[in-house]
């Protein structure tokens, strides 16, 4: 998501729990170690995937581009899952024929597997947000980063039931060259928007939908949010804009890998 400077309550709730999650694996070295986190005790080893890994590096550019081309669209779903709105939002993306990328923020997809898993389940791909949405994440070390995207990593793919993220979206779009080769070496595209809704705001629902109409020619990727606060507007405008951009000829893709 982007940099939102108010209403952060809902985020220190997250932090706190992230915080106890990430000292834990600040120890868990065995894993850290089959992870490829970080090679040795210094923060400036090579990063590489797991020797041995089946996963395949990819470009650690941040994507923006559609897999459906010029005329595609790519949805993105931010910061969730949560139990109220997730649902919604995926009931939405249903009625009308749509996949999006969830970006799902490591404490909350360990909290709720059962929607990870209905998230797979109906087609839809899986983005890391990192453990804790620390929008500050550039400004700290690469262990710490490590952590955050990795332990993030873990609890998806465990929540998923083994589905991996195809890409990494820096909260706040806080990304480092670090942390892009990172992802990228753990098989995640670093993923970027060009429209930024301001959903999570709540500007109502009106607004949302205008903000959609006036930035699409910037690019195809837009910013929704599924959590952080009420979303009943994030889903009303959702349903609004769906068959608005299918009616101008537009195709929902994917982000390129």
Not at 15 to 28: E, P, R
Not at 91 to 119: I, N, S, W
Not at 192 to 197: A, I, S
């Amino acid at each position: 998501m982007a940099r939102h400077g108010g209403g952060r309550g809902w985020y220190g709730k997250v932090l706190g729990a992230a915080l106890g999650v990430t000292l834990l694996a600040a120890g868990a070295s065995v894993w850290t170690a089959q992870a490829g986190a970080l090679g040795s005790s210094s923060p400036k080893t090579k990063v590489s995937a797991a020797p041995g890994s089946t996963v395949k590096q990819v470009a650690m550019t941040i994507v923006h581009a559609s897999d459906k081309g010029p005329r595609g669209v790519n949805i993105t779903i931010d910061d969730g899952p949560d139990p109220e709105w997730t649902p919604q939002v995926l009931d939405v993306l249903r009625e009308y024929g749509v996949k999006a990328t969830f970006c799902m923020v490591g404490t909350q997809a360990q909290a709720h597997p059962d929607l990870v898993k209905k998230v797979v389940a109906a087609g839809h791909r899986l983005c890391d947000h990192s453990v804790s949405h620390d929008t500050t994440m550039d400004k700290k070390s690469e262990a710490y980063q490590s952590r955050e995207i990795l332990d993030a990593e873990r609890m998806i793919i465990e929540a998923s039931g083994g589905v991996r993220p195809m890409y990494y979206r820096a909260p706040g779009g806080a990304f480092t060259p670090y942390s892009r080769k990172l992802a990228a070496s753990h098989g995640m595209r670093p993923l970027g928007w060009n429209v930024d809704t301001k959903d999570f705001e709540r500007p109502g629902t009106d607004a949302i939908v205008a903000t959609v109409e006036r930035e699409l020619p910037n690019g195809p990727t837009l910013l929704f949010h599924d959590a952080g606060g009420d979303r009943s507007q994030t889903v009303e405008a959702l349903r609004q804009v769906l068959p608005r951009l299918k009616e101008q000829g537009y195709a929902f893709g994917f982000p390129v890998r």
